[in-house]
């Protein structure tokens, strides 16, 4: 079958969990091998690591960790043993992180949120500020969730600066989504995004060898993880996780790194980023009536359609609401005709406006022109 085809993703399904390796010692061995060279391609020589259910989990997996290696005692003592902790994201991060910050215990109203410049990045001078806010509240500071990535506006933020910040304070950094991150101690990384390995396909990645996901997860159950097996007992990988039952998520990954290499990995990601910013960006500027909200970073297109009755009319008192009431409109005509989907959002004091993220392998220019073709038909008489 072909690595490519989406049936690869419901194939894995059907393959046995791998709490154990007498379970499934192929895929075990193919976890830690693909994990391995993740680990590699950030920079990193050694470390750790486990497939989780999606980059939601694998953020949530970031906190508990860093919670863990700060504060060992909070696993069998609880939130008796902590004191109130504080952690940092921008005000563009995913919300898994507030998710996260709810679903472990920690709590929402101690996730501060760091102020961004105008593209979506972090301030590293305001995450500075923060944490000397936490600190005189009484807080104490144990973790900074970066992202390469924003949801929206597609922001990479300052990774090196922000990594000062937090070795100067002792914070644990973790990066959301990043390519190349040598700095950070922790990183969640979705090939099911970019690279368009079939859903779900999350790595949580560890620099740390020491075996802190172990000490962190590990329950010890004497049922499946005894100690005097007659193998080595490090390759029972499964009581890293969260999890007992696991799907083997590794092997779509695998089977498409198999087939592509990982100079065709590069070219296919390449390829969705030049369409992003090259054609439909250009397209977006040439085309009378769409603007973009801002110039795109990565594969993330911000931009608004502005109809015939509305154009020239940018000084009116009415045109900012009149504008915020279009993306929702056409949404709703492409779907009632079903002819397709994208999303949109206002963002700060910026009104309604689409967002299209390109990162299919398969879209070609002429996908991308009827989108805006149709957006066009959809609006024009608004």
């Given at each position: 079958?072909?690595?490519?085809?989406?049936?690869?993703?419901?194939?894995?399904?059907?393959?046995?969990?791998?709490y154990t390796y007498e379970i499934?010692?192929?895929?075990?061995?193919?976890?830690?091998?693909?994990?391995?060279?993740?680990r590699e391609l950030l920079g990193?020589?050694?470390?750790?690591?486990?497939?989780a259910p999606g980059g939601s989990?694998?953020?949530?997996?970031?906190?508990?960790?860093?919670?863990?290696?700060?504060?060992?005692?909070?696993?069998?003592?609880?939130?008796?043993?902590?004191?109130?902790?504080?952690?940092?994201?921008?005000?563009?991060?995913?919300?898994?992180?507030?998710?996260?910050?709810?679903?472990?215990?920690?709590?929402?109203?101690?996730?501060?949120?760091?102020?961004?410049?105008?593209?979506?990045?972090?301030?590293?001078?305001?995450?500075?500020?923060?944490?000397?806010?936490?600190?005189?509240?009484?807080?104490?500071?144990?973790?900074?969730?970066?992202?390469?990535?924003?949801?929206?506006?597609?922001?990479?933020?300052?990774?090196?600066?922000?990594?000062?910040?937090?070795?100067?304070?002792?914070?644990?950094?973790?990066?959301?989504?990043?390519?190349?991150?040598?700095?950070?101690?922790?990183?969640?990384?979705?090939?099911?995004?970019?690279?368009?390995?079939?859903?779900?396909?999350?790595?949580?990645?560890?620099?740390?060898?020491?075996?802190?996901?172990?000490?962190?997860?590990?329950?010890?159950?004497?049922?499946?993880?005894?100690?005097?097996?007659?193998?080595?007992?490090?390759?029972?990988?499964?009581?890293?996780?969260?999890?007992?039952?696991?799907?083997?998520?590794?092997?779509?990954?695998?089977?498409?790194?198999?087939?592509?290499?990982?100079?065709?990995?590069?070219?296919?990601?390449?390829?969705?980023?030049?369409?992003?910013?090259?054609?439909?960006?250009?397209?977006?500027?040439?085309?009378?009536?769409?603007?973009?909200?801002?110039?795109?970073?990565?594969?993330?297109?911000?931009?608004?359609?502005?109809?015939?009755?509305?154009?020239?009319?940018?000084?009116?008192?009415?045109?900012?609401?009149?504008?915020?009431?279009?993306?929702?409109?056409?949404?709703?005509?492409?779907?009632?005709?079903?002819?397709?989907?994208?999303?949109?959002?206002?963002?700060?004091?910026?009104?309604?406006?689409?967002?299209?993220?390109?990162?299919?392998?398969?879209?070609?220019?002429?996908?991308?022109?009827?989108?805006?073709?149709?957006?066009?038909?959809?609006?024009?008489?608004?």
């Amino acid at each position: 079958m072909d690595p490519t085809d989406p049936r690869a993703a419901g194939w894995a399904r059907t393959v046995p969990s791998r709490y154990t390796y007498e379970i499934a010692p192929v895929f075990v061995l193919m976890e830690e091998a693909v994990l391995a060279k993740l680990r590699e391609l950030l920079g990193w020589s050694a470390g750790d690591g486990i497939f989780a259910p999606g980059g939601s989990v694998s953020n949530m997996y970031a906190m508990n960790v860093a919670r863990f290696h700060r504060f060992p005692r909070s696993k069998r003592e609880g939130s008796w043993a902590l004191p109130r902790l504080a952690l940092f994201t921008s005000r563009e991060s995913h919300y898994s992180i507030q998710k996260g910050a709810a679903f472990l215990g920690i709590g929402t109203d101690n996730v501060y949120l760091v102020g961004t410049d105008e593209r979506g990045k972090m301030l590293p001078e305001q995450l500075e500020k923060e944490i000397e806010r936490a600190r005189a509240e009484g807080s104490e500071p144990f973790f900074v969730n970066a992202t390469c990535g924003t949801t929206v506006l597609g922001a990479f933020d300052p990774l090196r600066r922000v990594a000062d910040v937090c070795q100067r304070h002792g914070l644990w950094l973790h990066v959301d989504a990043a390519w190349g991150v040598p700095t950070a101690d922790s990183v969640a990384w979705n090939p099911h995004k970019m690279l368009s390995v079939g859903l779900q396909c999350s790595a949580f990645l560890l620099r740390d060898s020491s075996g802190l996901l172990q000490r962190c997860h590990g329950a010890g159950a004497t049922y499946l993880f005894q100690p005097d097996k007659f193998y080595d007992v490090s390759y029972d990988t499964g009581d890293k996780s969260v999890q007992c039952g696991r799907r083997v998520d590794c092997l779509k990954l695998w089977l498409l790194w198999k087939a592509l290499g990982t100079e065709g990995l590069e070219l296919r990601r390449a390829r969705t980023r030049l369409l992003a910013r090259r054609y439909l960006a250009e397209e977006l500027k040439r085309r009378e009536g769409f603007q973009l909200v801002l110039e795109p970073e990565f594969v993330n297109l911000c931009f608004w359609f502005v109809p015939p009755s509305l154009r020239g009319q940018e000084g009116s008192a009415d045109y900012c609401s009149r504008l915020g009431k279009v993306a929702p409109a056409i949404k709703e005509r492409m779907m009632r005709s079903g002819s397709m989907m994208v999303g949109y959002q206002p963002h700060g004091a910026r009104v309604n406006f689409f967002r299209q993220v390109v990162t299919n392998p398969a879209v070609t220019r002429a996908d991308l022109d009827f989108f805006l073709d149709e957006i066009e038909r959809l609006g024009r008489d608004l």
